[in-house]
Nanobody, 124 residues
Framework: QVQLVESGGGLVQAGGSLRLSCAVSGRTFSTYTMGWFRQAPGKERESVAAITWRGGATYYADSVKGRFTISRDNAENTGYLQMNSLKPEDTSVYYC?????????????????WGQGTQVTVSS
């Protein structure tokens, strides 16, 4: 089992930036894919971005492409989501998730472990 702890959320004005972190512990060697998801009040959780832990291949939702960057530090067992040019519609609880397999990164049901989430609020 893998434990995930997100941090870095907060309140920021539109156009600002935040960097979310996801610290991975436990069976870290089994992590193959890390994904970031978000859920706004009254809406379904949606995929944001994903990265393969070893190869570093990255994937993004169209809504964040060009503004968000996903990365990982294997030595620190930490994943990151750099969020620039934030918009009010980016306001959500952001979750990181890990899978031990190569998966369709958009499908949350395929992830094995989840963090508790961190709130991101973007004011207009």
């Amino acid at each position: 089992q893998v434990q995930l702890v997100e941090s870095g959320g907060g309140l920021v004005q539109a156009g600002g930036s935040l960097r979310l972190s996801c610290a991975v512990s436990g069976r870290t060697f089994s992590t193959y894919t890390m994904g970031w998801f978000r859920q706004a009040p009254g809406k379904e959780r949606e995929s944001v971005a994903a990265i393969t832990w070893r190869g570093g291949a990255t994937y993004y939702a169209d809504s964040v492409k060009g503004r968000f960057t996903i990365s990982r530090d294997n030595a620190e067992n930490t994943g990151y989501l750099q969020m620039n040019s934030l918009k009010p519609e980016d306001t959500s609880v952001y979750y990181c998730a890990a899978s031990s397999r190569a998966i369709n990164w958009r499908l949350e049901a395929l992830y094995d472990d989840w963090g508790q989430g961190t709130q991101v609020t973007v004011s207009s």
